[in-house]
């Protein structure tokens, strides 16, 4: 059998190299329709080209907030959108006598040891802070570990990081100009060189050239000219391949499809990862002739194999987060809760035994409101509906209880930790006891308006905790796909439970990375019962 690493390793050509790399969470490489792309229209361009990154949809950094021994972190992991590429790594420390900050990062699956740790040097406008840099060399599933020195003790804590080629970087157009401007000058000024030296470099000095040497300066004219013009023909060529390759080893999401099934139980989302090399996985000639590679099988993530999430467009009024079974990781069928009709975004987070995590999405045409399954295919399905639009900072729950976000009207700006605190009371303006949900004290998702951004945030951060398991509980011996992942399931680690706080209060570690209208759904448990709060958040440019 082939190794997990090879497996799914070349999926793309290796940005700076075009060779195949032999990991095994690398995005698949797809066969892009040959096209021609011009120098001159290429130095005008001026838009990087941008897609979805790994397991959130715009939003691409990872956020982490726990434990490194006795010391509590958050931190947040800027990936690079070029594969090589620099991470940017921020560390704040709510510690006092700390001694050194250091972080690494490391492939998923590599043998040997990990490159050298980095010192994060403390950031002086803010106490507690810490950042570093830090060189990714190759895409896929990495890891960042942050590595703490106190008076207290030392710790350490492992990040997951999913790091792909996410754009393809423009010259900017006034430079561009230029640069031709240059280019013409030198041309001409090349060509009228040889015609010179042809038609005068012999001549003794004041002597005025002949027809016949005139005749030889225009045919040196146009032999240089023919030359350099092939030059830049083939130079164009092979610049056109290059950007070509580059454009093929920008990531790309698995695709899916979705449709709604009506049965006597009542109406399904029928979600199917409906990509050839998904479903393909595990046919070696079909793979081989396709140029494609294995993907390594899902893992759960804290016990479900894949969180839907489900969301109305364009009002964003009714929201779904349900977890459907499925018998071949293929299609994934659930009973739907009450929604009313309309067009859904459909979101589905899927974690790979790497720990490459990434969300498929697609969309859905709801033709009538479901009056909702007498039984939901999982206990933790869960579905919201309000007409009435909701405000920045209270929303009241079932029951009566009040879901408050404590930012105290100050602005949340893009690219600005927007400290997510939230916090609930009952009727009678009691803290709210909460109960663990999917192992959390509470979930958020968070979307832009148009669609641009999609996130599923947790207490514990953006990261997946699968993927972290995946990463630390890795072996030498763990070549053949499914190994790990077995051995994952065995354990109790996948339904690991995040402390609970005892006053009703969650905090979720995230920035926006865009400005622009948001919608964010948190949802926590009391009682057996599921809450949903909504909030609508205007986020501002950076700078305004």
Sequence with gaps: MESAAVCEGNRLRNAIGGSCVAHQSLPRQRNVEGQTVRVLGRIAAVSAVIVVCSAHI??????????????????????????????????????????????????????????????????????????????????????????????????????????????????????????????????????????????????????????????????????????LTLALFGGSQWWSSEDARFTRSIYKPLTATAMIVSSGDGDFLDLKISDSSWIMRNDTSWLRKHGSSRWTPLIPDHGKLIHVFMIREPDMAAFAHLHPPTNDSVNFASLLPGLPAGRYRVYGDIVHESGFNETVSTKVDLPAATKGALRASDPDDASYYSAVEPNDSRAVLDGGSVMTLDHAGTKVIEGVDAALRISIVDANGRPLSLEPYIGMAGHAVVTRDDGAVFVHVHPGGTISFASQMAITMREPGDTAAGKLGQRIKASEGMHRTIPIPPNGTVSFPYAFPKPGKYRMWVQVKHAGRILTGVFALQVEAAGS
């Excluded at 090589?84 to 492939?107: D, L, S, W």
């Excluded at 900017?172 to 401007?181: E, R």
Aim: charge should be positive; proline fraction near 8%.
């Design 58 to 227: 715009g939003s691409p950094d990872a956020w982490y907030e726990g434990n490194a021994g006795p010391c509590h972190l958050v931190v947040r992991v800027a990936a690079p959108g070029v594969v090589p590429g620099v991470a940017k790594v921020f560390v704040r420390v709510n510690e006092t006598g700390v001694e050194q900050v250091t972080v690494q990062a490391n492939r998923f699956d590599a043998l040997t040891a990990a490159p050298p740790p980095e010192v994060a040097e403390p950031v002086d406008s803010e106490p507690g802070m810490y950042a570093a840099s830090l060189w990714i060399m190759t895409g896929g599933s990495n890891s960042v570990t942050v590595n703490v020195r106190g008076t207290r003790g030392s710790g350490n804590a492992v990040i997951p990081v999913v790091v792909v080629a996410s754009r393809r970087l423009a010259l900017d157009t006034k430079l561009g100009a230029g640069l031709i401007l240059v280019g013409i000058f030198l041309f001409v000024g090349l060509v009228t060189i040889v015609g010179a030296a042809v038609r005068e470099s012999s001549l003794p000095p004041g002597a005025v050239p002949d027809a016949g040497r005139r005749r030889k300066g225009r045919v040196a004219i146009g032999l240089s000219t023919a030359m």
